[in-house]
């Protein structure tokens, strides 16, 4: 019988197969394109026509945003906001409303608020409901070395804190901060500032809808192609209703502002100046054409 040869098998085929790092923020923010759109259905873009997102993006506004590393001045920032205790603060007196260390802007809400000015363009933002200014951090370092955020925040002891770590960043420099009620604040702004290329909705949810129609409606509040962003996210931002003995710390009772969340995205899906959509709580509001 005929011995059987067996050949040598090349190297080449017996290759290490490399594992892939899992994915994180950073990287998926990075790898974003239109495509990947975040309205939904079969063909999501279609959802949001004449967006800016869905315009090439230069190398010049490519997304660079990177989650907050240990040391750095929005992750002591974070720790900061999580080691205080709100609810003692309030009944204290040394704040003006009951606040929640969960108001912070996450990685994915700052990767999200990164993006949305990054691609858009932005020079020019506005912040209107700040607390200690992770987002409005986030915000400017999307925004060129002459761009500018303009927050709006009712509580002076949510931007002092939050002041504190900001000045260590380099983008710290494009932030100003006005503190006061919003509605008051935002009529002052009329006529005295630029026009805005974006805007953050992130205040009480009473006030919201005011605030919404009122950058709209104002003649040159907002740049041409500007975009408004609504948070929809309940139980923020929201004066307590009563007090409220639970033991051992006091707690302070909200109302979640639930209906005045539906109120507004039912007149912006019904408004036929408007085109939206909706991610991570943020509803994202351009004008239509």
């Known amino acids: 019988s005929r011995a059987l040869l067996l050949k040598p098998v090349s190297h080449c085929l017996l290759r290490p197969l490399r594992?892939?790092?899992?994915?994180?923020?950073?990287?998926?923010?990075a790898a974003w394109s239109p495509a990947m759109s975040v309205a939904s259905g079969a063909h999501p873009a279609s959802t949001f026509p004449n967006s800016h997102l869905l315009a090439p993006v230069g190398a010049a506004a490519?997304?660079?945003?990177a989650a907050s590393q240990p040391g750095s001045p929005m992750e002591e920032l974070r720790q900061a906001v999580r080691d205080e205790d709100w609810e003692r603060l309030y009944e204290e007196g040394r704040t003006r409303i009951t606040m929640r260390a969960e108001w912070s802007a996450t990685d994915e809400r700052c990767a999200l608020l990164h993006l949305l000015a990054r691609t858009g363009g932005a020079k020019r933002a506005l912040e209107i409901g700040s607390?200690?200014?992770?987002?409005?951090?986030?915000?400017?370092?999307?925004?060129p070395d002459d761009g500018e955020v303009l927050a709006l925040e009712l509580d002076e002891f949510s931007v002092a804190l939050g002041r504190k770590f900001q000045v260590k960043s380099p983008a710290g420099g494009k932030i100003r901060t006005a503190v006061g009620r919003a509605a008051e604040t935002l009529r002052d702004l009329i006529g005295r500032e630029p026009p805005f290329d974006m805007v953050v909705v992130d205040a009480d949810k009473e006030g919201a809808r005011q605030y919404f129609d009122l950058v709209w409606a104002t003649p040159g509040f907002l740049s041409e192609g500007a975009i408004v962003c609504v948070d929809m996210t309940p139980f923020k931002g929201q004066a307590p209703l009563r007090?409220?003995?639970f033991?051992?710390?006091?707690?302070?009772?909200a109302a979640s502002g639930q209906e005045h969340i539906d109120a507004l995205r039912a007149a912006v899906r019904e408004s036929p100046v408007h085109t939206a959509h909706e991610l991570g709580n943020l509803l994202v509001v351009r004008r239509s054409g």
């Open 131 to 143: 607390f200690c200014g992770a987002g409005a951090l986030a915000l400017a370092e999307a925004l």
């Open 62 to 65: 490519a997304a660079t945003w």
């Open 19 to 29: 594992r892939r790092p899992p994915p994180t923020v950073a990287t998926m923010t």
């Open 243 to 245: 007090y409220a003995k």
């Open 247 to 253: 033991g051992f710390p006091y707690r302070w009772e």
